[in-house]
């Protein structure tokens, strides 16, 4: 059965996908770096080996993503809010709303009933409701990013945020630390903050049910129980949200196979 490969090059992580057939057959997740060409081809390798596989194995690949364009092995490119609706839905047909909440900048996208991309919004400009928001943070608090989220469920009292900016809520986040306030309280207090910032993307794209959160932040586990309190409905997050949008590059590849 043919393989296909699925790139999905981001400005703070690259991603890639095996499929064989229907099934994944190996993934990737590896930071980018600042040569996105050689962050593609890298992902790319990584994914190969786990799969057992060689470039020569591949049918077809998909690039997307913002180095999607420079991957030079690609067959063709794609853009990466395409491929993250073919692939969440293709993970959760039911979902018609995705929040994608990236290293640099988050987005909300709607589906149509079928799958299709049928509008979407993003937030480039501000840092406040991206990854980066939750760097700034663990950097304050002298922790690990990938710890913040089962701490912050610890708060008693959620520290409030007077600013959605992630560069004035840094000097704010100490002044609280002066304050007395834990890092459970400030971490929960984030969390809200940027899911005030990610639901506002929701509404002006039109909220739909069922809703579905990606990329990095949907695996800090505060940010995604934030988001559903802020929603009122509950978020689904794939087993491994990084790789929504490589996933969705393979399928297209296999597709145009």
Request: overall charge negative.
């Amino acid at each position: 059965m043919a393989h296909v490969l699925g790139i999905d090059v981001g400005s703070g992580y690259s991603k890639a996908v095996i499929l064989e057939g229907n099934e994944i057959r190996s993934y990737a997740v590896m930071p980018s770096g600042g040569d996105y060409r050689e962050a593609g081809r890298a992902v790319a390798r990584v994914a190969l080996e786990k799969a057992n596989l060689s470039q020569g194995d591949i049918a077809r690949t998909v690039a997307a993503g913002y180095g999607g364009n420079v991957v030079d092995f690609a067959d063709e490119t794609s853009t990466d809010i395409s491929c993250h609706a073919i692939g969440i839905h293709y993970l959760f047909p039911s979902v018609r709303t995705v929040m994608d909440v990236g290293a640099q900048y988050s987005r909300a996208i709607r589906l149509h009933d079928e799958g299709k991309l049928a509008n979407f919004i993003m937030n480039e400009k501000c840092a406040g409701g991206s990854g980066k928001f939750l760097q700034v943070a663990a950097r304050i608090l002298g922790m690990n990013v990938s710890d913040i989220g089962e701490l912050s469920l610890k708060a008693r009292k959620a520290v409030e945020f007077t600013t959605g900016c992630a560069v004035f809520a840094e000097s704010e986040a100490v002044s609280r630390i002066s304050e007395g306030a834990t890092p459970a309280d400030i971490l929960a207090g984030i969390h809200k903050a940027m899911a005030s910032k990610i639901v506002t993307l929701v509404i002006r794209v039109g909220l739909t049910p069922d809703c579905a959160v990606t990329g990095g932040g949907a695996m800090d586990i505060g940010l995604v129980k934030a988001i559903a309190a802020e929603l009122g409905t509950d978020a689904l997050v794939p087993e491994v949200p990084q790789i929504t949008a490589a996933l969705g590059a393979a399928l297209l590849a296999r597709e145009q196979l």
